[in-house]
T-cell receptor
Framework: GAVVSQHPSRVICKSGTSVKIECRSL??????MFWYRQFPKQSLMLMAT?????????EQGVEKDKFLINHASLTLSTLTVTSAHPEDSSFYIC??????????FGPGTRLTVT | QQQVKQSPQSLIVQKGGISIINCAYE??????FPWYQQFPGKGPALLIA?????SEKKEGRFTISFNKSAKQFSLHIMDSQPGDSATYFC????????????FGTGTQLKVEL
């Protein structure tokens, strides 16, 4: 149980284009979903928290107009990186929480902006 | 007050040995302490978690020891295997605080034959 999927697993895009990443909780309903960014050999950096049907809460320093988050249902959240630039290249990971503090992570999406 | 300090940064253990990773937290309101295992290019996987009402939790070869008064918790991996080689993250959260996890900096474990 507690499986979270992410799609795509890898994406290469050109600078200036937008990329959408999907995160789905497959066997549970997620009251909250989270989006993280991870640089090589570093810990996870929380970008934003989203609750179904409400606006995402962004961490300090994260541009909400650049990283658009939609949490359309209790099993689906999407992250759109708008007007991507090479510095946005990173490993993006979502997690989903059924509550009680637990978080289950997706497999991650490797974004490369050329 | 939200920090979680993790040590060591890296660890090399012989096959069959015990791997020990330590974490210390500052916020006494934290009430959920998970450990995650992450392989290169993959998302973190929940390994084991503990709440402060118990001092120890064991699942197979993995044990969490929790010391509430010292605000410390540790992960013990018994009979370490090469397949355990990964990065391990401790974390802490406040259940009523939106379930946000505060992560440690990670420990890169290598189990040698």
């Amino acid at each position: 149980g507690a499986v979270v999927s992410q799609h795509p697993s890898r994406v290469i895009c050109k600078s200036g284009t937008s990329v959408k990443i999907e995160c789905r909780s497959l066997d549970f309903q997620a009251t909250t979903m989270f989006w993280y960014r991870q640089f090589p050999k570093q810990s996870l950096m929380l970008m934003a928290t989203s609750n179904e049907g409400s606006k995402a809460t962004y961490e300090q320093g994260v541009e909400k107009d650049k990283f658009l988050i939609n949490h359309a249902s209790l099993t689906l959240s999407t992250l759109t990186v708008t007007s991507a630039h090479p510095e946005d290249s990173s490993f993006y990971i979502c997690s989903a929480s059924p509550g009680a503090g637990e978080q289950y992570f997706g497999p991650g999406t490797r974004l490369t902006v050329t | 007050q939200q920090q979680v300090k993790q040590s060591p940064q890296s660890l090399i253990v012989q096959k069959g040995g015990i791997s020990i990773i330590n974490c210390a937290y500052e916020n006494t309101a934290f009430d959920y302490f998970p450990w995650y295992q992450q392989f290169p290019g993959k998302g973190p996987a929940l390994l084991i978690a503990i709440r402060p009402d118990v001092s120890e939790k064991k699942e197979g070869r993995f044990t969490i020891s929790f010391n509430k008064s010292a605000k410390q918790f540790s992960l013990h991996i018994m009979d370490s295997q090469p397949g355990d080689s990964a990065t391990y993250f401790c974390a802490a959260s406040l259940t009523g605080g939106g379930n946000k996890l505060t992560f440690g900096t990670g420990t890169q474990l290598k189990v040698e034959l």
